[in-house]
């Protein structure tokens, strides 16, 4: 979960602050004998296609109960009742799961402000973790929602806060309380405590998992033994499923960690000697995707294949046991639509507007791993008169960033009357979701990227069993792609999952006709003994020239044009978010900072700032290359510059300002040996 910070009175913004950026700084010891991944759970997590609701907006199914209030522009009405109700409509998506934000009792503390009103509508600050909220439902619709869930074929996942609440916490039925501080508690004494939540939503209505906020709050060797509880309630209890089969629970559990790929490994995975938590959202991917196909929350867009492809080769981080999940949207995103539209690229009018989700949602049915839909999302869904970055009051209104997607939930047949475009969209998502059901190579296959240029992205996907080439057209042009079959790794004919047209091969070439922003799916009716050809990505060394590529500049001892000392401030996994010392700036003269720093290989979002966070300064353009210089410009809230790091090693970073100490330009440069 993510909040607005500034629309916050300031001890709740202190204390999400705190929450947001502190990590544990226990060190983990290496593991004898550590405590694996199941095998068997992973295999079948691979194929989830979860349905996300944010309860109290999605669907009023009981006028007599209800928040009333919160965050966003719903009704803030919904409840237990209302998903219940939406369950035809959710399983007829060709969705197999429901996650669902937190439904947990949360009192309001004595004389509380409509903020913490608005907070206690979100679950996410809950007070008895072994209650239903009473504004939601009951205790029996909750189990009544869990059972018709699975009899539709749908797993059901809760949301599990495990590192924070708000100081009012009701004592678990055995007597254990979480301990020290409420954002965020203290671990190992409060773990007790939060493996009794864990397990007893398992074993009293036999969830079948967790989705995990704020992952990072908690230790690593705490979620070990976090999943060790899940892991043993899943296999001590049974339900019966949609086939009729006996069945122990699913007990998968995804974290929430808002960051790049290292810090998901630091306070997340873990490593390959010691494994923490099996499933991640892909944050990092999902930035990429819509980067490519949309714009991002801070307007930045118009990315090529090369870039989505950037992204996903740096799963290649990852320890083996890892399982990243991508989304699109959740409650604390921008809808595409809205970001479509933020972009000025396409409006809900505009046929563009519908081809570009089809194009994210492609994408999304072609990832190794498990995919979670944001509710709205399948149907294009947009919050009416908003696009661009409201600032002033948007707490109030609804309209911040962070919380405008939780609009009311548009469930055909039940809250609305779909239009055709509308009807369209929900129709190709479920024939891309039974698609992905029916076709384990989509969801479970080895990735090989075969072309990703700035009109073109394509991988093989492949399994023991069959081999599929996704391939997309990232452009708003109709294009005409020549693959090599050695390169595919096919000696025979492709045929198009979705309108069964057959791709002969001709002179060891297949011809793609692919209209704008189309996606194809092309089964490989015989794949080569050698299998296809990994695409060679373009080297680059990253060095930079001139003086704000030299990492061996001295600090000169003199006053430059900025008064203020400036930190390298972003998701690194030393630093959280935090100013840490050793990515102080110094100053080298004519009105340059620099700071060298080691660095791990990943994607990282970052921005230049002083302590007190102003001023604050980022690339032009939010985007910035190694060795090449960028325009610099005064930063802020949502406009963080993104960099990819691929190898490890001593980077410079340097900045550069006028004598009146207005940003002029920037760079990062790797050292060179």
């Given at each position: 979960?993510?909040?607005?910070?500034?629309?916050?009175p300031?001890?709740?913004t202190t204390?999400?602050?705190?929450?947001?950026n502190?990590?544990?700084?226990?060190?983990?010891p290496?593991i004898d004998?550590?405590?694996?991944?199941?095998?068997f759970?992973?295999?079948?997590?691979d194929?989830?296609?979860?349905?996300?609701?944010?309860v109290?907006?999605?669907?009023?199914?009981?006028?007599?109960?209800?928040?009333g209030t919160g965050y966003?522009?719903?009704?803030?009405?919904?409840?237990?009742?209302?998903?219940?109700?939406?369950?035809d409509y959710?399983?007829?998506?060709?969705m197999?799961?429901?996650?669902?934000?937190?439904?947990?009792n949360?009192?309001?503390?004595?004389?509380?402000?409509?903020?913490?009103?608005?907070?206690?509508?979100?679950g996410?600050?809950?007070?008895?973790?072994f209650?239903?909220?009473p504004?939601?439902g009951?205790?029996?619709?909750?189990?009544?929602?869990?059972?018709?869930?699975?009899?539709?074929?749908?797993?059901?996942?809760?949301?599990?806060?495990?590192?924070?609440?708000?100081?009012n916490?009701?004592?678990?039925?055995?007597?254990?309380?979480?301990?020290?501080?409420?954002?965020?508690?203290?671990?190992?004494?409060?773990?007790?405590?939060y493996?009794?939540?864990?397990?007893?939503?398992?074993?009293?209505?036999?969830?079948?998992?967790?989705?995990l906020d704020?992952?990072?709050?908690?230790?690593k060797?705490?979620?070990?033994?976090?999943?060790?509880t899940?892991?043993?309630?899943?296999?001590?209890?049974?339900?019966?499923?949609?086939?009729?089969?006996?069945?122990?629970?699913?007990?998968?559990?995804?974290?929430?960690?808002?960051a790049?790929?290292?810090?998901?490994?630091?306070?997340?995975?873990?490593?390959?000697?010691?494994?923490?938590?099996c499933?991640?959202?892909?944050?990092?991917?999902?930035?990429?995707l819509?980067?490519?196909?949309?714009v991002?929350e801070?307007?930045?867009?118009?990315?090529?294949g090369q870039?989505?492809?950037?992204?996903?080769?740096?799963?290649?981080?990852y320890?083996?046991?890892?399982?990243?999940?991508?989304?699109?949207?959740?409650?604390?995103?921008?809808?595409?639509?809205?970001?479509?539209?933020?972009?000025?690229?396409?409006?809900?009018?505009?046929?563009e507007?519908?081809?570009?989700?089809?194009?994210?949602?492609a994408?999304?049915a072609?990832?190794?791993?498990?995919?979670?839909?944001?509710?709205?999302d399948?149907?294009?869904?947009?919050?009416d008169?908003?696009?661009?970055?409201v600032?002033?009051?948007?707490?109030?209104?609804?309209?911040?960033?962070?919380?405008?997607?939780?609009?009311s939930?548009?469930?055909?047949?039940?809250t609305?009357?779909?239009?055709?475009?509308e009807?369209?969209?929900?129709?190709?998502?479920?024939?891309?979701?039974?698609m992905?059901?029916?076709?384990?190579a989509?969801?479970?296959?080895?990735r090989?990227?075969?072309?990703?240029?700035?009109?073109?992205?394509?991988?093989?996907?492949?399994?023991?069993?069959?081999?599929?080439?996704?391939?997309a057209n990232?452009?708003?042009?109709?294009q005409?792609?020549?693959?090599?079959?050695i390169?595919?790794?096919?000696e025979?004919?492709?045929?198009?999952?979705?309108?069964?047209?057959?791709?002969?091969?001709?002179?060891?070439?297949?011809?793609?006709?692919?209209?704008p922003l189309?996606?194809?799916?092309?089964?490989?009716?015989?794949?080569?003994?050698?299998?296809?050809?990994?695409k060679?990505a373009?080297s680059?060394?990253?060095?930079?020239?001139?003086?704000?590529?030299q990492?061996?500049?001295?600090?000169?001892?003199?006053?430059?044009?900025?008064?203020?000392?400036?930190y390298?401030?972003?998701?690194?996994?030393?630093?959280?978010w935090?100013?840490?010392?050793?990515?102080?700036?110094?100053?080298?003269?004519?009105?340059?900072?620099?700071?060298?720093?080691t660095?791990?290989?990943?994607?990282?979002?970052?921005?230049?700032?002083?302590k007190t966070?102003?001023?604050?300064?980022?690339?032009?353009?939010?985007s910035?290359?190694?060795?090449q210089?960028?325009?610099?410009?005064?930063?802020?809230?949502?406009?963080?510059?993104?960099?990819?790091?691929?190898?490890?090693?001593l980077y410079?970073w340097?900045l550069q300002?006028n004598?009146?100490g207005?940003?002029?330009?920037?760079?990062?440069?790797?050292?060179?040996?």
């Amino acid at each position: 979960m993510k909040l607005a910070l500034t629309t916050l009175p300031l001890a709740i913004t202190t204390a999400l602050l705190i929450g947001c950026n502190t990590s544990s700084n226990i060190e983990i010891p290496v593991i004898d004998n550590p405590y694996r991944c199941d095998i068997f759970a992973t295999e079948q997590a691979d194929d989830l296609r979860i349905y996300q609701v944010m309860v109290e907006s999605f669907v009023n199914g009981d006028d007599q109960i209800g928040h009333g209030t919160g965050y966003g522009t719903s009704h803030h009405q919904g409840d237990i009742q209302g998903i219940i109700d939406s369950l035809d409509y959710i399983q007829s998506l060709g969705m197999n799961a429901i996650w669902l934000t937190p439904i947990f009792n949360s009192e309001p503390k004595a004389g509380q402000d409509h903020w913490a009103d608005r907070l206690d509508a979100t679950g996410y600050f809950a007070t008895n973790y072994f209650e239903v909220d009473p504004r939601f439902g009951t205790m029996q619709d909750a189990k009544r929602l869990v059972e018709e869930a699975h009899a539709r074929g749908l797993y059901v996942f809760f949301d599990g806060v495990f590192g924070h609440h708000k100081g009012n916490v009701a004592a678990s039925p055995t007597g254990k309380l979480p301990a020290g501080s409420n954002n965020p508690v203290d671990y190992p004494e409060s773990l007790a405590f939060y493996q009794e939540v864990a397990e007893f939503w398992i074993k009293e209505l036999k969830i079948d998992g967790w989705r995990l906020d704020q992952a990072y709050q908690v230790p690593k060797e705490a979620w070990v033994e976090i999943r060790k509880t899940v892991d043993n309630a899943s296999k001590a209890v049974t339900y019966t499923n949609s086939k009729g089969e006996t069945v122990n629970p699913l007990g998968y559990m995804v974290a929430e960690i808002w960051a790049g790929e290292n810090r998901i490994i630091e306070t997340g995975y873990g490593s390959n000697e010691s494994p923490a938590l099996c499933s991640a959202f892909d944050f990092p991917v999902r930035y990429r995707l819509v980067e490519t196909f949309g714009v991002n929350e801070a307007g930045v867009g118009g990315k090529s294949g090369q870039w989505l492809a950037e992204g996903m080769n740096l799963h290649g981080l990852y320890p083996e046991h890892a399982q990243p999940n991508l989304m699109i949207g959740n409650h604390d995103l921008v809808r595409f639509g809205d970001l479509l539209q933020r972009g000025n690229i396409a409006q809900p009018q505009d046929e563009e507007y519908w081809l570009r989700h089809k194009a994210v949602f492609a994408f999304q049915a072609a990832y190794t791993g498990p995919i979670t839909f944001y509710y709205g999302d399948e149907i294009g869904d947009q919050v009416d008169n908003f696009a661009a970055k409201v600032e002033l009051d948007c707490a109030v209104k609804g309209l911040c960033d962070d919380h405008v997607a939780r609009s009311s939930g548009k469930i055909e047949g039940v809250t609305a009357t779909l239009n055709a475009n509308e009807q369209e969209l929900k129709h190709y998502v479920k024939r891309l979701m039974e698609m992905r059901a029916a076709h384990p190579a989509l969801s479970k296959g080895k990735r090989v990227n075969l072309l990703a240029d700035a009109k073109i992205y394509s991988d093989h996907k492949s399994t023991d069993d069959e081999a599929i080439i996704y391939v997309a057209n990232i452009s708003k042009n109709l294009q005409h792609v020549s693959l090599d079959a050695i390169q595919a790794g096919s000696e025979g004919s492709l045929t198009d999952l979705i309108n069964d047209e057959e791709i002969t091969l001709t002179d060891g070439q297949y011809q793609i006709t692919l209209a704008p922003l189309e996606a194809r799916f092309l089964k490989v009716n015989l794949p080569s003994a050698a299998g296809p050809t990994k695409k060679t990505a373009a080297s680059t060394s990253g060095v930079g020239e001139g003086f704000m590529a030299q990492c061996d500049n001295p600090s000169v001892n003199e006053s430059g044009p900025m008064k203020q000392t400036l930190y390298v401030v972003g998701d690194f996994s030393d630093s959280g978010w935090q100013h840490q010392t050793h990515r102080q700036f110094d100053y080298k003269g004519s009105g340059v900072y620099q700071v060298v720093t080691t660095e791990k290989p990943g994607s990282y979002r970052m921005q230049y700032a002083t302590k007190t966070w102003e001023p604050q300064f980022t690339a032009t353009g939010q985007s910035l290359m190694l060795g090449q210089e960028s325009a610099l410009s005064y930063g802020g809230y949502g406009k963080d510059t993104t960099i990819t790091i691929m190898d490890e090693g001593l980077y410079v970073w340097s900045l550069q300002f006028n004598e009146q100490g207005a940003p002029l330009n920037m760079m990062a440069s790797k050292c060179a040996e």
